[in-house]
């Protein structure tokens, strides 16, 4: 049975009453589905992941106006989104945004309204994970959850707490929830250690959630957290479908070709927790499925010899087909997947899944084909990662050296691929005034870039808040960098070197920290000296897992190496016994390509272009010796400070040379500080791939066999 529940302003949507509780979606069968006044509506739920925050801002900032969350709702159903997911309680005007945008429509936006976990209190201060029993995790826990739901149905007073939301909610979008998804990927330290302080827990049993008879105390624990969202709603007479959020780390299924034991060390299992007969609106389960991380992925065999039922071999088919199989009778969603357009790479995938180093047509090709996978293998939902770019957010392979944290949102890091990761490009630089790599001058114009004269060409520099820039434009004739290639020096602090052994007979008086071979082709590389190359000395003297540079910490030996970022530590695969060797990626490595992305030749991850008499390069801050370049923060020589020690720049000195024998003048560039950085948003060419697949990818799929051996 159904009806109308009319809302303030006039919004409606249909509604069940059925046993006297309101829905708007609900599981029915083995899938999640809305309700259209005459019955129950299943799909394929395609959906984004929303981040909380903007450039120049923390992620507690909270910093999107309700014009942002207005447009940025049109563009999320102009490409076809069915759901928006947020991980926790974001500001009143969110709601209010959602609400209006919604009000009148067939077929709303709908919500997946997240609760965040006591994240840092699991963890512990040592990470060696805390009992989630501890009174002040459960009841702080508690306390979020039931707050979330008061939000959610418009009933809710926040007062201000340091990264969190707060405010007056008044703005009931419970008639817009898909369903609720508690908690974040699970830190497997916690679980272990929240179980053994338990051993002997008697299984949760509540009015809403049960743990079953072999749930770990840990899953019991998260049973009752679902009661508690169970009984906050019911208070408003409403249900929606309720998920525990995981990830790979917490499967419940073996991966015996994990190399790492906290990977598969503990369990979460959705299938331990059960609904009762009370909760009309189900229980659905939802994972976190990346491509490339944990290993396991890579080198679990039974992935690797998976065939897809279109006849490819396909390790992330297999593995979704495995967990699907293992969760069986109830819906299954994806609730983050994807690849970032990020110039740095922080880990190899299987099928060049890997996470960083794609163009934005590569990312948007990866990320549908991602999409087929978790649609043809039966699963009920897919919400890709994410949004917009995150300026704030770290990854372990540059973070030593993205420092300090409270300022890595003030500037955009390209190396970093998790800042990376959005459908929306959130760009450095103001809107109409950016520098594009295409052999054309005219953008320079807008820049209050520093010209310096030498004998052939001139050099113009400047920056935005992601690259600095450079401009080399011949007085007479055109450049042939494969015969005559372009050298340049770039020193960030007093010392360094004089000299370069990859570039005999050029001098750079006053010393450099990195240098720039333009040779044409492929042949072009960012450079380092040994002194200042964290790779080497960390990895190499003190992790002694690649070889140590001989002299490494003679600044003035002028040992220069190519840029590189590390992807693994060496491994053995428990089950085959199979060595892995450290694996890197050559970041250093600088591609031609033009960056301007009206053009049909558009590479996003081009560094510099050449044409006729004009020479364009743009190099990621970092790659000059950056940790933060709104403070003009750099790091020193390694090996004398025996860590990572920041000094003050005074900016940079460029030395460009054309040939060798020559004792080179430096052109001088400085900038002010800044706090706010500008920036500019754009719709990237992943945005357009996945718009076209989520416009016909709403038809459920049966669940394929499972394959032998599986």
Known sequence: MGTILWTQEGRSRPISHAYGIKRVSSVRGTHLAVYAGDGWRSRFWDGVNLGATLPGHAPGDLAPTKKDYLRWFGMMKAMHVDVVRVYTILPPRFY???????????????????????????????????????????????????????????????????????????????????????????????????????????????????????????????????ETLANTEMHYGWQHPVAIT???????????????????????????IKPTSRWKAGYYAAFHVYPYYPDFMRYERKYQR????????????GYLNELRHYVKGMPLVVAEFGVP?????????????????????EQGEIDKSMLEDIRQQGYDGA?????????????????????????????????TNEQNFGVINEAAGKAGAQIYLDGKTSDWKNHAEKTKSYPGFTLSVTHDPA??????????????????????????????????????????????????????????????????????????????AIPEVRDGGNARAGRFLLWKLALSYPLTLPQSGRKIPFEAFDVGRMTPGITDPDNPGYDSLADWYAKGAVIEVRIPWMMLGY????????????????????????GLRIYPATEPGKKISPLRYTWSPWNQPPYHERKKQSYYILQKAFETNKTLLPIPPPQHGS
């Open 341 to 361: 357009s990020s110039r740095g790479m922080a880990h190899r995938g299987p099928l060049g899944r890997n996470q960083g180093y794609h163009t934005e047509k």
């Open 627 to 650: 940790t933060d370049p709104s403070r003009l923060m750099v790091w020193e020589n390694f090996y004398q400070a025996g860590k990572v020690r920041t000094t003050r720049s005074t």
């Open 96 to 226: 209010e945004a959602l609400a209006q945008f919604d009000s009148g429509r067939k077929d709303p936006l709908w919500l997946i309204q997240g609760v965040w976990t006591p994240e840092k209190r699991l963890i512990g201060k040592d990470r060696k994970g805390t009992d989630a029993y501890a009174p002040e995790i459960t009841h702080s826990f508690r306390e979020e959850i039931k707050n979330a739901v008061r939000v959610v149905h418009g009933d809710a007073d926040l007062p201000p707490r340091p990264g969190h939301a707060s405010g007056r909610y008044r703005t009931d979008v419970s008639e817009y929830l898909l369903g609720w998804m508690v908690g974040t990927e699970w830190y497997p330290y916690a679980v272990k250690v929240t179980d053994a302080a338990h051993p002997h827990l008697t299984p949760y049993s509540g009015r809403y959630f049960r743990a079953t008879k072999n749930a770990t105390p840990f899953e019991s624990w998260l049973a009752s957290m679902l």
């Open 467 to 544: 690259y600095v820039y450079l401009l080399l434009k011949k007085k007479h004739g055109e450049w042939d960098l494969s015969r005559h290639p372009v050298t340049i020096g770039f020193g960030n602090q007093p010392g360094g070197s004089e000299k370069a052994d990859v570039a005999p007979g050029l001098r750079f008086p006053g010393g450099i920290q990195t240098l720039l071979q333009l040779r044409g082709g492929k042949d072009s590389r960012m450079m380092i000296d040994s002194a200042y190359d964290y790779f080497t000395w960390y990895y190499g003297s003190r992790q002694h």
């Open 306 to 317: 998976y065939v897809t039922p279109d006849g490819r071999r396909d390790p992330y088919a």
């Open 246 to 272: 995981n990830w790979l780390t917490t499967d419940p299924l073996h991966h015996p070709d994990e190399a790492f034991p906290q990977e598969d060390m503990v369990s979460v299992d959705p299938t331990h």
């Open 383 to 415: 919400l890709v990662f994410s949004w917009q770019d995150e300026w704030f957010k770290y990854t372990w392979n540059t973070r030593a050296l993205d420092i300090p944290a409270n300022r890595r949102s003030k500037w955009l890091n390209p190396l």
